[in-house]
């Protein structure tokens, strides 16, 4: 006899049945969206369909609220999930926690080979990333000439460093046509000879981004002789070209910021900074001049001739003293030998004699002094010197 | 001895870009801070400097971004799109 079961229990054996097998509690399913709808709770509910079959689907409020992709009715797309029941009517479904188009997954393997391969060959290495320049004067762009990304990068460098020169190598970023352009823009920019190439593209799909995971332009950036800076997509998009190039941002304008990292005002603060140095220089000089002149002037006194007059003056009143005393000392003793002589000659002096009575006897004609007899004639005129005067006579008598 | 800044100076600092009136400016205060006497010549530098530092702000405040285009092996002036 087969046992009965109630509803509640056999739908409990079969939930039982799908939650304990591995594969469909993680899936994924591919499929035409259908029956979509989203109610005020927040949740997703849609049916996914091929040409032979249907699948509920219900994605809740806190997974759908990470969906980047916007849904649409006919979109294929590959959902990932669980199967479950849902009881009360007794329909299993798939519990959606992911969504993105169709060819991702493949787009996903496709990205990791190539990832694998040229990471192999050394690419990505850590050694190959050359430094990007602080302050670059010309600044090539790979972008879409209309893309919003050219836009904010503009803008960016624009509000930074506007001294800079931007040249921009316009490229599709999307579709069959994007790599050989984009590889075609990276070879035209190097011979510009920027001083580093931004390589951009705005947000999108896997898909939309795929340009940048493609092997041409992968090696194009690495062959490039110019540093580059990557900024493809958002914050949570990588792409190869991201591995590849020197520098990862996150975003265009992150690619714009990081490409100057000088900005506008760190160069009016170094001319500022010069600015005052050149003051501070200046004045520093102007004081040292002032010091050195007080210094000179103190030692110009200090040199100046007015001691060496004074000490000379004194040195002329000490010679004038000695020259004065050594002419009296002479005079001195100048007048002791004239008074000595004096003396002597007083004693020599013959009117001495004739005050004793002796008296000299010249002759009258021509004062010759009569000592002998012999000198003496007859009648001859002579003249009589005694102590008070002379008188004259004549010879009488020999 | 600044001698190489006296025979640069002789060029008009209106007619400078801003990395040469940068690079003689940078020139200009390492002399004058290493400058020992020589108040007159010294007095002529601090002015050229001054002129200097002037231009380059002048370059600064005017500068407009310049956008230009690959064409072939020469790049034309980039016309943005407006908003």
């Not at chain 1, 049916?47 to 994605?59: F, G, I, N, R």
């Not at chain 1, 797309?77 to 479904?93: F, N």
């Not at chain 1, 990007?132 to 790979?142: A, N, S």
């Not at chain 2, 600092?13 to 010549?41: D, M, P, T």
Request: aromatic share 6%; charged share 25%; proline share 4%.
């Amino acid at each position: 006899m087969p046992l009965t079961f109630t509803v509640s229990k056999l739908t409990f054996l079969i939930r039982k049945l799908l939650e304990e097998n591995e594969a469909l509690q993680d899936v994924w399913v591919q499929g035409e969206l259908s029956n979509l709808s989203r109610p005020a709770s927040g949740h997703v509910y849609f049916t996914l369909k091929d040409s032979s079959a249907a699948l509920k689907c219900v994605m809740w409020k806190t997974s759908a609220a990470r969906l980047t992709l916007s849904l649409r009715d006919g979109m294929e797309v590959e959902v990932h999930g669980r199967i479950g029941i849902y009881e009360p009517a007794g329909q299993y479904q798939l519990y959606a926690d992911q969504i993105r188009p169709v060819g991702e997954g493949a787009l996903y393997q496709e990205f990791m080979r190539l990832k694998a391969m040229l990471e192999a060959e050394g690419l990505f290495d850590p050694q190959r990333k050359r430094p990007v320049p602080e302050f670059p004067k010309k600044i090539g762009i790979v972008t879409s000439a209309t893309g919003a990304a050219l836009r904010d990068m503009l803008n960016t460098l624009r509000r930074r460093l506007p001294l800079v020169e931007v040249i921009l190598a316009a490229s599709p970023v999307q579709g069959t046509e994007a790599p050989p352009a984009l590889v075609k823009a990276i070879q035209s920019l190097n011979r510009q000879r920027p001083d580093i190439i931004i390589i951009a593209r705005g947000g999108g799909s896997m898909e939309d981004l795929w340009a940048f995971n493609d092997e041409r332009v992968v090696r194009a950036v690495a062959a490039s002789q110019v540093p580059v800076i990557s900024g493809v997509g958002h914050e949570t998009d990588f792409t190869l070209c991201d591995f590849v190039a020197d520098l990862r941002a996150p975003t265009p304008t992150a690619a714009a910021e990081l490409a100057t990292q000088i900005t506008l005002l760190d160069l009016q603060a170094e001319v500022q900074n010069y600015q005052n140095r050149l003051v501070t220089s200046i004045l520093n000089l102007i004081a040292e001049q002032k010091n050195m002149l007080s210094s000179l002037t103190t030692e110009l006194r200090y040199l100046s001739p007015e001691r060496r007059i004074q000490s000379e003056r004194q040195r002329l009143d000490e010679l004038a003293r000695r020259v004065y005393s050594s002419l009296l000392h002479r005079v001195q003793l100048q007048s002791a030998h004239v008074a000595g002589m004096r003396n002597r000659l007083d004693a020599l002096n013959p009117l001495a004699v004739l005050s004793r009575g002796y008296a000299v006897v010249t002759q009258k004609s021509d004062g010759r002094v009569i000592s002998r007899v012999a000198q003496a004639k007859n009648g001859q005129s002579i003249q009589v010197r005694v102590s008070d005067g002379r008188f004259d006579a004549t010879v009488d008598e020999k | 001895m600044p001698k190489s800044t006296a025979k640069k100076t002789e060029k008009p600092v209106e007619e400078l870009s801003y990395e040469e009136a940068l690079a003689e400016l940078e020139n200009i205060v390492s002399v004058l801070e290493g400058e020992q006497g020589q108040l007159e010549e010294a007095i002529k530098l601090f002015e050229r400097g001054q002129a200097l530092a002037a231009r380059c702000g002048v370059l600064l405040e005017a500068a407009e971004l310049k956008v230009k285009q690959v064409a072939g092996d020469t790049a034309v002036p980039f016309e943005e799109e407006s908003e």
